[in-house]
């Protein structure tokens, strides 16, 4: 019987880890991404975990984006930008590595062959 509560402590103890790793991407990000013709770009991300799931926009010179399909898992946290131009929609994959106040991001067009890096850091 001791060592059933000493499993389920154990589980509680990873359960509340894997929470509070989750909440530490909640807030805004701040990240300068390479535009058209090479020139950087301020990018503002707005996120809120729950649970697994990952909510929130992406802010530039557009506007406000809502993001989708957001997962977590661990420090490792994806998304998805949707872009529709003449009746064409283009899905922008994000994949992310949090670590600290930093999120290093790979962003590559679904179905492309080319990706993109770079950081965004939390604001304070």
């Not at 301020?42 to 926009?57: C, P, R, S």
């Not at 506007?63 to 957001?70: A, L």
């Not at 661990?74 to 064409?88: A, E, L, T, W």
């Amino acid at each position: 019987m001791k060592i059933g509560i000493f499993a389920w402590l154990a589980v509680l103890i990873c359960a509340g880890a894997v929470v509070s790793a989750a909440a530490d991407i909640d807030g805004k990000w701040v990240a300068q991404m390479q535009g058209p013709g090479g020139q950087s770009r301020e990018v503002t991300f707005n996120f809120k975990a729950d649970g697994d799931k990952l909510t929130g926009t992406m802010s530039g010179r557009a506007g406000d984006r809502e993001i989708s399909e957001g997962k977590i898992s661990g420090d490792d946290i994806s998304f998805v930008m949707k872009f529709s131009r003449d009746g064409n929609e283009t899905r922008m994959v994000y994949k992310g590595k949090v670590s600290g106040s930093e999120i290093k991001f790979t962003m590559q067009r679904e179905g492309g062959d080319r990706s993109f890096e770079f950081v965004a850091k939390k604001a304070s």
